[in-house]
Structure formats: C-alpha cells, structure tokens
C-alpha cells in the first residue's frame, strides 16, 4: 500500500519505520523542509529515535500535496490539540481517505475526541483509532507488541489489521472507538499523578494504588459518557495504562516526575521536549467530569497541585484522608 503518515514525531517516525519494513510504500510528512532535508540526507529524524534508521521506502517531505499524492490511506500522528488547525489548513486534502489515527487527546476548546473532530470535517470518513502499549522507542526496534484499532467499519479495520499486524505487532479489532479513544487519552493523566508519586520518593505500593484507583475514576466517566467496560480492561485501557505508569519512555511520567521536583508546567514541557498530551487532557477531564456529574478525586487533585492550588506534600495526605467508602 501507499501509506502517508502525517507528523514525524517519535510514534509517527516509528510506525512508519515498522510498515516500510513491512514492505509499504511511506509518505512521512513533517511541517519544516530544513527538518526534511535533514532526515532525506541522514535517513536519521535527529529530534525523534534518532538511533533508528528510516528505510529507503519512506519518501520525507513538508509539502502536504507531495505527502497525500497518491495515497491509499492516512495514518494522523499529529498532536490532539493540533489536529484541527491541520484540518482548517487542508480540509479537501483527505476528503476521501481512509484515516487512522493515532494521536490521543480529547481537545480542549470542544472536548471532542479526534473521531467526533475528524467527523466534523469528513461526515462520510472511514476513520479508525489505533492504540494501546506501544512506546515508540520500542516499536522502531522490533520489541513485540499488541494493539487494538477500533472502528465502526468492520472492513477498514480489517484492513488496518491485516497490513499493520505482523511478529512484531499484533493488531486486534474493536467496535468501540468512544472506550479506545477515551482509554488512551485519559490514561495520561494518571500516568502524570504516578509520576508525581516517583518524584516524591514513594513505593511501588503507592503507585500500584494510584494506577488502580486512577483507572477506577477514569472508567467511571467513560461509561457516564458511553464507552464499554471491557474495553478499559484490555489494551487501550489497563494495558496502555501500565507501559505509561511504568516506563523510563513514558513522557507523562517523566513529566509528573519533574512537577514534584518544584518546576513549573513550561519548565517541564521544555525539559521533556515533546508534546505532554497528559497536561492538556488534564484540562479536558476536569471539565468533562463536571459535564457528567462525576467525581474525579485524583484528576482534581492533580488539577490543584499544578495550578499551584495545593502543595504537592499534601496532597497524597489529602487524598489518603478522604472519606472511607466502598471499592468500586
């Protein structure tokens, strides 16, 4: 196939190293010609894995025009919080295309996942979400892995299943795009909190509790808002969660790691040096449980810890003195 993918960070860089070793044919697209010229020259994307080489089937450009010419399917690895502007700046470009993204947010002005944002533009679109544990660092270098994508055209996921799956990844398929976006989103914010906990000097038991606690919440709103329960307990749920909570990789993590150090929320994206969707989502979360009537204790807390509401030593206190209640 002849694949674009829109976005060259570190999971765009990725998933199009692991489809050209698979034999397809990729448009990388990326918003600067210098960053572009530099990766065509090295075969090297210097600011994303930067140790991986990037096959001679990926075609690198800045051009939009060049990257969708003759494409059979669009893979958006853009930014949440970006994506619309690209939508405004090129809406007739994809009319047509099958798309799949990748990109997990919920954007800040509408609260809409990138499905219900793509089908503001595209109404008739074939669009599927992919997701679930999948470092970028470790897919680039054939580390196994399994993914679901989740779409209401039984076909097109088919499709992504067949063409992206191979030893290195596993693809499975779901009917419920709302759970698999909603689960990838929000399971940054928690993945921020847990960080925090690391950067606090706490154990393994607290984080363990903080993980099961915050997928408790984070599951609440999902169903007031209309996903399915199982999903939150498969890969996009539970098991993204858990790589994000866990590993050195994870950029929420290492963002919750240097808020409890003392640095502010631009400190912090400036040290980590890519997007912390976690931080925007944060945002969406507090609001979307107002929305649905839903109580948020670890999201809301974290919310006053970084808006300087609370002081970060008390606020696992707070939460611990909560009143006593049932598990559920």
């Known amino acids: 196939m002849i694949i674009t993918v829109l976005g060259g960070g570190s999971w765009g860089t990725a998933m199009a190293v692991h489809l050209a070793q698979m034999g397809h044919q990729l448009r990388l697209y990326v918003r600067s010609e210098i960053k572009a010229k530099q990766i065509r020259k090295t075969r090297r994307n210097s600011d994303y894995l930067g140790d991986i080489y990037l096959p001679e089937n990926i075609f690198v450009c800045s051009s939009v025009e060049q990257a969708l010419s003759g494409a059979q399917l669009i893979i958006g690895a853009i930014p949440a919080q970006a994506m619309e502007s690209f939508y405004k700046e090129n809406c007739g470009a994809l009319e047509g295309l099958p798309y799949v993204s990748l990109s997990k947010g919920i954007t800040n002005d509408k609260l809409e996942t990138m499905e219900q944002l793509y089908k503001r533009y595209y109404p008739q679109g074939l669009f599927a979400a992919l997701s679930g544990p999948s470092h970028a660092e470790e897919v680039a270098r054939k580390v196994p892995t399994a993914l679901v994508v989740a779409g209401d055209d039984e076909a097109f996921t088919k499709l992504v299943q067949h063409e992206f799956s191979n030893e290195f990844i596993r693809i499975y398929r779901s009917d419920d795009v709302l759970g698999v976006e909603l689960s990838g989103a929000f399971k940054n914010v928690i993945a921020l909190v847990v960080g925090m906990a690391v950067g606090c000097g706490l154990g393994d038991n ?94 809301e807390t974290l919310e006053r810890v970084i808006s300087g509401n609370l002081p970060i030593d008390e606020a696992m206190k707070e939460l611990m003195m909560r009143d006593y209640k049932e598990e559920i």
Do not use: W
């Not at 329960?229 to 858990?242: A, M, N, R, V, Y």
């Open 206 to 299: 607290t984080k363990a509790a903080l993980m099961t606690r915050g997928m408790a919440e984070i599951l609440r709103l999902a169903l007031a808002m209309g996903a399915k329960q199982e999903t939150f307990l498969g890969l996009s749920g539970f098991g993204d969660l858990i790589v994000t909570c866990t590993s050195n990789y994870s950029r929420n993590r290492r963002a919750g790691e240097l808020l409890a150090q003392g640095y502010s929320e631009e400190e912090v994206k400036n040290k980590v040096g890519m997007v912390i969707e976690g931080l925007s989502t944060l945002r969406s979360v507090i609001r979307l449980a107002k929305d649905y009537h839903q109580s948020m204790p670890i999201a």
